[in-house]
């Protein structure tokens, strides 16, 4: 059973940044693809970004493509989601979530969910 923590939100200027960490445990994560998806009030859980098991494809969504980045270190079993230039639009719970092998952008794909946590881009 994969166990998933998020840790690294807080709040931040808009313009700011900050670093999302995904740590995995119970399991090795580098057979699974990691997603990062968040979820703001009254708003559906959207897909923000993905990394294969292999490294090699990311996936990102167009509105945080070339200010969002993510990486993985699969020594330590943790994603990270390297986020700069926040905007207001990106404030939101984040979540990181594990599946087998490939990115999906769908949520329901996804078998394991960390507890999420809060950004805030506000001034």
């Known amino acids: 059973q994969l166990r998933l923590v998020e840790s690294g939100g807080g709040l931040v200027q808009p313009g700011g940044s900050l670093t999302l960490s995904c740590a995995a445990s119970g399991g090795t994560s580098d057979s699974y693809a990691i997603g990062w998806f968040r979820q703001a009030p009254g708003k559906e859980r959207e897909g923000v970004s993905c990394?294969?098991?292999?490294?090699?494809?990311?996936d990102y969504l167009i509105s945080v493509e070339g200010r969002f980045t993510i990486s993985r270190d699969n020594a330590k079993n943790t994603v990270y989601l390297q986020m700069n230039s926040l905007k207001p639009e990106d404030t939101a719970v984040y979540y990181c979530?594990?599946?087998?092998?490939?990115?999906?952008?769908?949520?329901?794909?996804?078998?394991?969910w960390g507890q999420g946590t809060q950004v805030t881009a506000s001034s």
């Open positions: 990394i294969g098991s292999s490294e090699r494809t990311t």
């Open positions: 979530a594990a599946r087998k092998l490939y990115c999906s952008p769908f949520p329901h794909d996804y078998d394991y």
